[in-house]
C-alpha cells in the first residue's frame, strides 16, 4: 500500500493549488483521509480530514479557503486550496487510515510530500 501525492508547485499570493493524493495496492477499505503541512523550521500540522462518508473537518487558519474532498472509487483524496498565502509555504503530506487486504487491523500510510511554495 502507497500513497503518492501530485499538484505542488509554485504559486503567487492569491493564487490557487489543487493537490491530489492516491492510494493503491491491495486496499480492502480507506477510511478516514487527511491532509497534513510541515512548513520550515515547524512541527507537522493538521490541515483537514475527512472521513469515508465525506464528513470533513478543517484547522481554523484554513477554514473558508481550503477544501478537501475525496473519490472513493479511485481511492483519491483532493486538497483545493483557494487565496493562498506565503505562510501556507510548506510540505504537504497526505495521510489515510487504510485497511490492506492482508491485514484485519486499519494502519496509518502517508505520501512522499509535496512542497507548495507561496511567493508574496
Known amino acids: 500500500v502507497q500513497l503518492q501525492a501530485s499538484g505542488g508547485g509554485l504559486v503567487q499570493a492569491g493564487g490557487s493549488l489543487r493537490l491530489s493524493c492516491a492510494a493503491s495496492?491491495?486496499?480492502?477499505?480507506?477510511?478516514?483521509m487527511a491532509w497534513y503541512r510541515q512548513a520550515p523550521g515547524k512541527q507537522r500540522e493538521l490541515v483537514a480530514t475527512?472521513?469515508?462518508?465525506?464528513?470533513?473537518r478543517y484547522a481554523d487558519s484554513m477554514k473558508g479557503r481550503f477544501t478537501i474532498s475525496r473519490d472513493n472509487a479511485k481511492n483519491t483524496v483532493y486538497l483545493q486550496m483557494n487565496t493562498l498565502k506565503p505562510e501556507d509555504t510548506a510540505v504537504y503530506y497526505c495521510?489515510?487510515?487504510?485497511?490492506?487486504?492482508?491485514?484485519?487491523?486499519?494502519?496509518?500510510?502517508w505520501g512522499q510530500g509535496t512542497l507548495v511554495t507561496v511567493s508574496s
Open positions: 495521510n489515510a487510515n487504510i485497511r490492506p487486504r492482508w491485514s484485519t487491523s486499519d494502519d496509518d500510510y
Open positions: 495496492g491491495s486496499i480492502f477499505w480507506v477510511n478516514t
Open positions: 475527512i472521513t469515508d462518508g465525506g464528513a470533513t
